[in-house]
């Protein structure tokens, strides 16, 4: 997400799924934000090692000073069932900045 010049930008978060290697966690990362982009609230995910439904409540959410839209996945892994959580913080206009102190 990068906006100057014309693209967005922004940070996202992840607390993390026990089952989910790396790359997978990023493709989920990646469909979390398209979903942000485009409003979406909800759609099927399926990679090499997982089948769920990742899916937002349009909740905003802190973890320690950063805030963000949070993305919950229920997932199915050979493993088992797990779940994992992103924040998606859109930084462009300055939205999802740091928590006022006052």
Do not use: C
């Not at 799924?17 to 398209?34: F, K, N």
């Not at 990679?47 to 199915?76: K, P, V, W």
């Amino acid at each position: 997400m990068l906006e100057h010049k014309g693209i967005r930008w922004g940070y996202v978060f992840l607390r993390s799924a026990s089952y989910l290697g790396e790359e997978e966690a990023r493709e989920i990362m990646v469909q979390a934000v398209e979903m942000f982009l485009v409003g979406e609230e909800e759609r099927h995910i399926k990679g090499s090692g997982f089948d769920g439904r990742l899916y937002t409540e349009m909740r905003y959410e802190i973890i320690g000073e950063l805030g963000g839209q949070r993305f919950d996945a229920d997932l199915e892994t050979p493993y088992g069932r797990d779940k994992a959580s992103f924040l998606v913080s859109e930084q462009t206009r300055g939205l999802g900045g740091a928590i006022s102190k006052n």
